[in-house]
């Protein structure tokens, strides 16, 4: 990949009309997308707002939400410290969280691939209904007053608590802050400017919007489960060092899509903090690995096409389909 080359003059003039009539057509509040062609180059943009209400257009500072895509950092992260043998895939979550129910039969491995059985903080209803921002502490014990939904490896159920406490363990067996892991592991090693877990009121990021007005989402509590921001140029070059053996060996990445669980969606298969899109299931012909996020007024994507080799990271403060979004974009360059 050529992150100094830009695409040809034809496939950018594609691309830009492609996100043009997303504009117009959708009224989406703003954009990040980059997209990676092997030997052709790249391309990349970031417009739109950060607040439509406030008329305050986005610039080269402005960072985006990525949501659960920061899901796939999170496992790479617990990959390193596997390697490190400060951690396997058969510990056990009672050697760090005791009190979790099924905590001594619960594996790290369990909780990469949400086969664990633990309820999810976010399907909580007063957590909607309450109007307050909580602690990573808090959004645990909101899920310890739920049931388990059943016996760890008996199913597949999506859970966010799961990654939160991936990274309240990657925490205490480095004695770092989360954010900080994410600095020493990923962003420096990889030169990343922008990624990182937000603050509170994150001054540059792109807010979300329901149509025209901002609506106030707070991302700085979710940690691993998806508590990222960053431009989408940083997310690009992430994935390309994920794919390239620069984070973990080869073997271990492709041992991530070892065991595949079935999705909540016909074609999407989860592994070890990874998707797989197989959209064979929808008549055409393509395979995407990546990872998707999303919130109520947030769309996130972060994928490879195995057929193209093409990476593309796109995120959009607001609640549109990004991964049409991404198949309309991978449609222009597959032309």
């Given at each position: 990949?050529?992150?100094?080359?830009?695409?040809?003059?034809?496939?950018?003039?594609?691309?830009?009309?492609?996100?043009?009539?997303?504009?117009s057509?959708?009224?989406?509040?703003?954009?990040?997308?980059?997209?990676?062609?092997?030997?052709?180059?790249?391309?990349?943009?970031?417009?739109?707002?950060?607040?439509?209400?406030?008329n305050?257009?986005?610039?080269?500072?402005?960072?985006?939400?990525?949501?659960?895509?920061?899901?796939?950092?999170?496992?790479?992260?617990?990959?390193?410290?596997?390697?490190?043998?400060?951690?396997?895939?058969?510990?056990?979550?009672?050697?760090?969280?005791?009190?979790?129910?099924?905590?001594?039969?619960?594996?790290?491995?369990?909780?990469?691939?949400?086969?664990?059985?633990?309820?999810?903080?976010?399907?909580?209803?007063?957590?909607?209904?309450?109007?307050?921002?909580?602690?990573?502490?808090e959004?645990?014990?909101?899920?310890?007053s739920?049931?388990?939904?059943?016996?760890?490896?008996?199913?597949?159920?999506?859970?966010?608590?799961?990654?939160?406490?991936?990274?309240?363990?990657?925490?205490?067996?480095?004695?770092?802050?989360?954010?900080?892991?994410?600095k020493?592991?990923?962003?420096?090693p990889?030169?990343?400017?922008?990624?990182?877990?937000?603050?509170?009121?994150?001054?540059?990021?792109?807010?979300?919007?329901?149509?025209?007005?901002v609506?106030?989402e707070?991302?700085?509590?979710?940690?691993?489960?998806?508590?990222?921001?960053?431009?989408?140029?940083?997310?690009?070059?992430?994935?390309?060092?994920?794919?390239?053996?620069?984070?973990?060996?080869?073997?271990?990445?492709?041992?991530?899509?070892k065991?595949?669980?079935?999705?909540?969606?016909?074609?999407?298969?989860?592994?070890?903090?990874?998707?797989?899109?197989?959209?064979?299931?929808?008549n055409?012909?393509?395979?995407?690995?990546?990872?998707?996020?999303?919130?109520?007024?947030?769309?996130?994507?972060?994928?490879?096409?195995?057929?193209?080799?093409?990476?593309m990271?796109?995120?959009?403060?607001?609640?549109?389909?990004?991964?049409?979004?991404a198949?309309?974009?991978?449609?222009?360059?597959n032309?």
């Amino acid at each position: 990949y050529n992150f100094n080359q830009p695409l040809d003059d034809t496939l950018t003039t594609n691309l830009n009309q492609k996100i043009d009539e997303l504009f117009s057509k959708h009224h989406i509040a703003g954009i990040t997308a980059t997209i990676l062609v092997p030997k052709k180059g790249i391309w990349e943009t970031t417009r739109g707002y950060v607040s439509k209400p406030d008329n305050k257009r986005v610039d080269s500072a402005t960072v985006f939400f990525w949501a659960s895509v920061g899901k796939l950092i999170t496992s790479t992260i617990v990959h390193q410290l596997i390697l490190e043998n400060k951690l396997s895939f058969d510990d056990k979550l009672s050697s760090w969280f005791p009190d979790i129910q099924n905590a001594e039969k619960i594996t790290i491995n369990q909780l990469l691939t949400h086969t664990n059985g633990i309820y999810s903080f976010n399907a909580d209803p007063d957590l909607h209904a309450s109007n307050q921002d909580f602690s990573p502490e808090e959004l645990l014990e909101i899920s310890k007053s739920h049931a388990n939904l059943f016996e760890p490896g008996e199913y597949w159920s999506y859970t966010n608590t799961g990654y939160l406490l991936l990274s309240f363990i990657a925490e205490k067996i480095e004695s770092k802050t989360f954010s900080q892991i994410i600095k020493d592991r990923i962003a420096k090693p990889l030169h990343l400017t922008t990624l990182r877990t937000p603050i509170k009121d994150e001054p540059n990021l792109a807010l979300a919007h329901d149509k025209d007005k901002v609506i106030h989402e707070d991302y700085s509590a979710i940690l691993g489960a998806g508590g990222l921001v960053s431009n989408s140029n940083d997310m690009a070059i992430f994935l390309s060092a994920l794919l390239t053996g620069k984070m973990i060996p080869l073997n271990d990445v492709h041992d991530m899509m070892k065991d595949l669980y079935p999705m909540f969606d016909k074609g999407l298969y989860y592994g070890r903090g990874i998707m797989l899109y197989d959209f064979n299931d929808m008549n055409q012909t393509n395979e995407w690995i990546g990872h998707s996020g999303g919130t109520e007024h947030y769309r996130a994507i972060l994928i490879y096409d195995t057929k193209s080799k093409v990476i593309m990271a796109i995120s959009i403060n607001q609640k549109i389909p990004v991964e049409a979004v991404a198949n309309q974009l991978m449609k222009e360059i597959n032309k």
